[in-house]
């Protein structure tokens, strides 16, 4: 039994460490909302703390009273954020048309300069 057990080891050992699992599509958006769930609730109760100095940061931000209402529970972007980001980074959106259409040229340009290279 014993010496099963240790080449068991010995092999493991040889083979290395499985790679670690890789999220689904699904699984990286759920933890993603989690975690800013989380790291937003964790920010407004450092900003409820008698740590925070609150007149030093109101002093600072833009908009003293969006930043209240976030301390208070209410949301920290604004629908018309949503839509910007929406429009900008969604699928339809002028972010990924500029890369999706960056990458065809590169392609375009990779396959211009290899036809001409072997030409010659």
Do not use: M
Not at 30 to 45: D, F, N, Y
Not at 75 to 104: A, K
């Amino acid at each position: 039994n014993w010496c099963c057990s240790a080449g068991r080891r010995v092999q493991s050992a040889k083979v290395g460490p499985s790679p670690p699992r890789l999220l689904t599509e699904e699984e990286y958006r759920l933890q993603g909302e989690v975690e800013t769930r989380k790291a937003l609730e964790e920010l407004r109760s450092y900003c409820r703390s008698p740590d925070f100095s609150a007149w030093a940061a109101v002093s600072r931000i833009q908009s003293p009273k969006r930043f209240a209402d976030f301390v208070g529970g209410a949301c920290h972007v604004t629908p018309n954020e949503v839509s910007v980001h929406e429009r900008e980074y969604g699928l339809d959106g002028i972010f990924f048309d500029e890369q999706l259409f960056e990458e065809e040229e590169e392609d375009e340009e990779d396959e211009h300069f290899d036809r001409n290279h072997t030409s010659y």
